[in-house]
């Protein structure tokens, strides 16, 4: 009798555990964080901004575990950074200028250091010479242009003892002697976010990154972490204090609950050819993939890899036509400014927006899948093929293309496109039309 009441409390106990559990498992976006999901994918471009102490060394945001820099030795960077020229308004000018809707900014990257006047800690901007909050200033230059704001967070830290740097892939040679403690540490993130997610204004999003640290490198089988990072807590707590906010986690795996988007690295979704995105594209949430305007994130002194005005372009509607959106880097100099060779590429690639923004901003990707022509996108009854470069044979063939066709011009001059319905597919004659933009758009209007 006794052991049939206990089993009974038992499997009672037990399918409470399940049921919050799964509980914890099901994450439904509210109506604002689906509405934000919605603009986010209309805005399609934004500006990443990688910054921080390690600007000051140009050799990129790694160069603290890249040289095995100790702790005690990166400290000298705090008394000696002061970013004259650091203009906020700049910034948000240049994203402006390229035809960006939103910035991302680099709040606390793996070097631990805080852009922005946090309690938490004493590694921060406002502990430099500089002294300013850097984030606040950025947040109202951002809120008066109408530009939204998304903040990079690290998970990693290569400075603190708190965090499980034992079991961590980079940072060993930091110079860490106590011991990782992720109670504390993910209390140290709480407290954080919820400094940035209260004063700073509405963020679009909070872009995680450093989940890797604790797992086998991109493509082995088994990228389990090592440590429960309890990604319920942090995401709960940040859609609690804001939830349109938009949470990404850079960990080049399947979303998981209670993210917003998915973003891939140095990749078109549906690509690999960094290496670092073996996860599939999701049909559930938007898309972003990130990008350097050089081969750099943070400034990197030597790095001459300039893309040019046409990549740059190619770049971002290469993602539109996969329905992603572009999140493009810059890493200003330590001084604060951006430097010329990426505004000037930036500002370029922005007057073509000018002209053809209507075929990416608003659009999602379109039904034709990239060709080795290009891609397209659409928005309504209207489809855009975006042509990077003269169609072989001169003509296009959409193959298996069924809905009926209203008209189809070359969208920058309405010049008439030749075309015909048959059944493999419709196809277009491309004779007489001059293909020397980076990107020449086509577009084709539905019944
Ligand atoms: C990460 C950061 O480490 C990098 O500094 C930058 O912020 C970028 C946007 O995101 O890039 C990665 C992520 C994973 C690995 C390497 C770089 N990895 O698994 O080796």
Same mark, same amino acid.
């Given at each position: ?127 430099? +010479? ?23 967070? @690290? ?35 709480? $407290? ?31 990228? @389990? @972490? ?22 990404? $986690? ?59 005005? @046409? ?23 330590? $001084? ?54 003269? +169609? ?56």
């Amino acid at each position: 009798m006794l052991v049939s009441v206990l089993s009974k409390f038992s499997a009672c106990i037990g399918g409470l555990a399940l049921c919050i559990s799964l509980q914890a498992q099901v994450y439904t976006p509210t109506p604002a964080n689906l509405e934000a999901r919605k603009t986010f994918q209309d805005n399609k471009y934004g500006l990443f901004i990688h910054w921080g102490l390690s600007s000051m060394l140009g050799d990129g945001e790694w160069v603290m575990n890249n040289r095995n820099i100790k702790v005690e030795d990166y400290k000298r960077l705090l008394p000696a950074f002061y970013p004259a020229q650091f203009d906020a308004d700049k910034w948000v000018q240049t994203a402006k200028n390229a035809g960006m809707k939103y910035i991302v900014f680099i709040t606390r990257h793996h070097d631990g250091f805080s852009n922005w006047d946090t309690k938490q800690s004493d590694w921060k901007i406002t502990n430099t +010479p500089f002294k300013r909050d850097v984030l606040k200033e950025l947040a109202a230059a951002c809120k008066k242009e109408g530009i939204k704001l998304g903040l990079y967070y @690290s998970t990693l830290d290569w400075y603190r003892d708190d965090y499980p740097h034992e079991t961590g892939r980079t940072g060993q040679g930091t110079g860490r002697t106590g011991k990782g403690n992720y109670a504390s540490y993910l209390q140290f993130m709480k $407290n954080q976010l919820t400094e940035l997610l209260t004063n700073y204004g509405e963020i679009m999003s909070i872009w995680f990154d450093g989940h890797w640290d604790q797992t086998n490198p991109e493509g082995a089988h088994d990228r @389990s @972490s090592r440590i429960d990072w309890r990604y319920e807590e942090i995401y709960g707590l940040i859609h609690s204090l804001q939830p349109q906010c938009m949470i990404g $986690n850079n960990h080049h795996l399947t979303p998981l609950p209670g993210e917003d988007f998915q973003m891939f690295e140095r990749d078109l979704p549906g690509e690999n050819k960094s290496g670092l995105s073996f996860q599939e594209a999701s049909q559930e949430v938007p898309l972003e993939t990130c990008e350097t305007i050089n081969g750099a994130w943070g400034y990197n002194i030597t790095d001459r890899k300039y893309k040019t005005v @046409s990549q740059v372009i190619q770049l971002l509607v290469g993602a539109a036509g996969r329905n992603a959106n572009l999140l493009l880097n810059v890493g200003p100099m330590p $001084n604060g400014q951006i430097q010329p060779e990426f505004t000037d590429t930036l500002a370029a690639a922005g007057k073509w927006l000018e002209k053809y923004g209507e075929t990416i901003y608003g659009t999602r990707g379109g039904p034709i899948a990239p060709q080795p022509w290009g891609v397209s996108t659409q928005k309504g009854r209207k489809i855009y093929l975006h042509v990077f470069k003269q +169609p072989y044979g001169n003509m296009i063939l959409l193959p298996g293309f069924k809905e009926k066709v209203k008209q189809v011009q070359v969208f920058i001059n309405r010049q008439p496109v030749k075309f015909k319905q048959q059944a493999e597919g419709l196809i277009l004659q491309t004779e007489g039309i001059l293909f020397d933009s980076a990107d020449e758009v086509i577009e084709i209007e539905l019944r």
